[in-house]
């Protein structure tokens, strides 16, 4: 069963080297988008985890501690495939949109926990409890409180079109939304690229090539 939390959160994967990764968000952005082993990507992963925790041991109320520390659980989860990690995430997703709503980042967290689910399969769907619609809900929140931002736009188009082949035009128009977006932070010209490669297959009305390219733009799908 292969489980990928999405959350959803991404670096400057393509613009930073092993030595600069100090912070939680970069060691998961280089596990989730540089990555080409696995075991690098759960050593990177692992890092996380512990650094994140560090941080809530001193600050157990700090944003972008708990955030990554949600995520850096259900990144293991993608890599060890535990339910109780991936069911452990959901939790701490579901807690932080409660406390804040209209945070972009947490609904993309939740939604892409959601998605990355169903598209794990019958099995991690049973298992996890995850569900469609409330993935779908989650990412259009995310683009709608995200503000132009290339982040949440490319992201969600990539989602879209993984789940769907047939969403073609909705995939499509958000794309186009994240290639001409503003990039005020690495995250974003991440998407931004990624999304300016998803308009060649998504242009020629083609989903099948464009969710096969999206599995592997999408988190650990540069992993062999």
């Given at each position: 069963?292969?489980?990928?939390?999405?959350?959803?959160?991404?670096?400057?994967?393509?613009?930073?080297?092993?030595?600069?990764?100090?912070?939680?968000?970069?060691?998961?952005?280089?596990?989730?988008?540089?990555?080409?082993?696995?075991?690098?990507?759960?050593?990177?992963?692992?890092?996380?985890?512990?650094?994140?925790?560090?941080?809530?041991?001193?600050?157990?109320?700090?944003?972008?501690?708990?955030l990554q520390n949600a995520m850096s659980i259900g990144y293991r989860a993608t890599l060890t495939k535990k339910p109780a990690d991936a069911k452990s995430s959901r939790k701490m997703f579901?807690?932080?949109?409660?406390?804040?709503?209209?945070?972009?980042?947490?609904?993309?967290?939740?939604?892409?926990?959601?998605?990355?689910?169903?598209?794990?399969?019958?099995?991690?769907?049973?298992?996890?409890?995850?569900?469609?619609?409330?993935?779908?809900?989650?990412?259009?929140?995310?683009?709608?409180?995200?503000?132009?931002?290339?982040?949440?736009?490319?992201?969600?188009?990539?989602?879209?079109?993984?789940?769907?082949?047939?969403?073609?035009?909705?995939?499509?128009?958000?794309?186009?939304?994240?290639?001409?977006?503003?990039?005020?932070?690495?995250?974003?010209?991440?998407?931004?690229?990624?999304?300016?490669?998803?308009?060649?297959?998504?242009?020629?009305?083609?989903?099948?090539?464009?969710?096969?390219?999206?599995?592997?733009?999408?988190?650990?799908?540069r992993l062999g």
């Open positions: 069963m292969r489980f990928e939390p999405l959350v959803c959160v991404i670096a400057a994967a393509a613009i930073m080297s092993p030595v600069q990764a100090v912070t939680p968000r970069d060691l998961l952005t280089q596990a989730a988008f540089q990555a080409t082993d696995k075991r690098q990507a759960l050593a990177l992963v692992t890092q996380a985890v512990d650094q994140s925790q560090a941080i809530l041991a001193t600050r157990p109320n700090d944003h972008e501690g708990l579901e807690s932080l949109v409660a406390s804040n709503p209209r945070d972009p980042e947490f609904q993309l967290a939740i939604g892409g926990w959601h998605l990355d689910c169903v598209a794990a399969g019958f099995l991690a769907t049973t298992v996890l409890g995850c569900n469609k619609d409330l993935g779908l809900d989650g990412i259009g929140k995310a683009v709608s409180y995200g503000g132009n931002r290339a982040f949440f736009k490319g992201m969600a188009a990539m989602m879209r079109i993984r789940l769907d082949r047939d969403a073609v035009a909705a995939s499509l128009a958000l794309a186009q939304a994240a290639a001409a977006a503003p990039t005020p932070t690495a995250l974003d010209r991440i998407a931004k690229h990624d999304a300016e490669l998803m308009l060649v297959p998504l242009r020629a009305g083609d989903g099948k090539a464009a969710s096969a390219l999206a599995k592997k733009l999408l988190p650990f799908g």
